[in-house]
């Protein structure tokens, strides 16, 4: 059992289409993180939060918008998405950033298909 | 800055037979070392961790790892291997001082029977 919930486990949209991805942790953790990973790829770190605070932007492109109202829940709006953005995108939290010693906990991520 | 190498992309094994999964890192100040396995159509799971002391650690499932500074190395190891144990696994490396985790690029372990 995870303690990381993400849903839905699985979507499939249009490119045209807006959706969102969620991500809750019962863990009581403080920092937030969204992954994505394609086949056969390394895992690629898209955003992190600490304190409900964006503290980190890979450079991910403008049609993917986090958001984190509480240290409880972290959200992906997706809009207007390409075919290579189809992923698994995984979500983790931990207690907080600058422990870098305390691992991530995975939610079993949502896998997104863009037709 | 810190980065991670898995040096076997594939490793096919045999059941109950022993396996070793390779991770180098590079690193320019002292590392907390990590070792996480993604069963199929899930996230990634913590096997085990290295922060400090004794250099053999122990994890979940009957794997463990071994720490060592000089070759820069963190290897998994398990004496014998189940079906069960099929999945991507991966190294992971962040800096002592602070910094956000590194993955290596995965290996994936195909047990067969």
């Known amino acids: 059992e995870t303690g990381v919930t993400q849903t839905p486990r699985h979507l499939v949209m249009g490119m045209t289409n807006k959706k969102s991805l969620k991500c809750e942790q019962h863990l009581g953790h403080n920092a937030m993180y969204w992954y994505k990973q394609s086949a056969k790829k390394p895992l690629e770190l898209m955003f992190v939060?600490?304190?409900?605070?964006?503290?980190e932007n890979n450079s991910v492109p403008s049609r993917f918008s986090p958001e984190c109202p509480n240290s409880s829940h972290l959200f992906l709006h997706l809009h207007t998405l390409q075919p290579e953005d189809s992923a698994l995108y995984l979500c983790?939290?931990?207690?907080?950033?600058?422990?870098?010693?305390?691992?991530?906990?995975f939610g079993d991520g949502t896998r997104l298909s863009i037709l | 800055a810190q980065s991670v190498t898995q040096l076997d992309s594939q490793v096919p094994v045999f059941e109950e037979a022993p396996v070793e999964l390779r991770c180098n890192y590079s690193?320019?100040?002292?590392?907390?070392l990590f070792w996480y396995v993604q069963y199929p159509n899930q996230g990634l799971q913590l096997l085990l961790k290295y922060l400090s002391g004794s250099t053999l650690v122990k994890g979940i499932n009957g794997f463990e790892a071994e720490f060592n500074k000089s070759q820069t190395s963190f290897h998994l190891r398990k004496p014998s291997v189940h079906i069960s144990d099929t999945a991507e696994y991966f190294c992971?490396?962040?800096?002592?001082?602070?910094?956000?985790?590194?993955f290596g690029q995965g290996t994936e372990l195909s047990v067969k029977p």
């Open positions: 992971a490396v962040s800096g002592a001082l602070g910094g956000k985790l590194i």
């Open positions: 690193s320019s100040v002292s590392v907390y």
């Open positions: 939060y600490n304190f409900k605070e964006q503290t």
């Open positions: 983790a939290s931990s207690q907080a950033l600058g422990g870098s010693n305390q691992p991530q906990h």
